[in-house]
């Protein structure tokens, strides 16, 4: 099953991937990475 972009945001909220089965493929932000200025929360 496939999350939709509203549970992806509170699963990563929660454990920091979009979905349990992803968190292995997640990376540690960097100092190069930016957040997005229009990223708007939907949750």
Excluded: T
């Amino acid at each position: 099953m496939i999350a939709s972009l509203r549970q992806a945001q509170k699963n990563f909220i929660e454990f920091g991937a979009c979905e349990e089965r992803c968190i292995e493929f997640v990376r540690k932000p960097n100092k190069q990475d930016e957040k997005d200025v229009q990223w708007k929360r939907l949750v």
